[in-house]
């Protein structure tokens, strides 16, 4: 009887010894992430925040082809037909009613 306790117990504190070691790894310093900011840039000033509009944005020439709505429809219609592929069923007419008396025998 007492031999057998241990074992009831191990898998009903497994999980609890799973997120033990999980919050002490989370605990644990990054010293290369915090190498990778220079100094300059840990002492900077934040930004001022200035209202959106205010912003200069410029958009650079789009990376969309001139054949890109073709491109797309014809992917549209591919993608279509192998969605309808899909939906087929697997198993024909025959094939099921062979099985159903099989299982039914």
């Known amino acids: 009887m007492i031999g057998t306790y241990p074992m009831r117990l191990a898998p009903a504190a497994l999980p609890y010894a799973l997120i033990l070691m999980a919050a002490l790894a989370s605990c644990s310093q990054f010293p290369e992430l915090d190498a ?25 020439t789009g990376r969309i082809a001139p054949d890109a709505a073709q491109t797309m429809e014809s992917r549209v ?29």
């Open 36 to 60: 990778a900011v220079s100094d300059d840039i840990r002492d900077a000033p934040y930004p001022d925040l200035v209202p959106l509009d205010t912003l200069d944005i410029r958009t650079g």
């Open 77 to 105: 219609a591919r993608l279509k037909s192998r969605a309808a592929r899909l939906r087929r069923t697997v198993i024909d007419q025959d094939t099921r009613a062979r099985m159903q008396g099989g299982i039914a025998s």
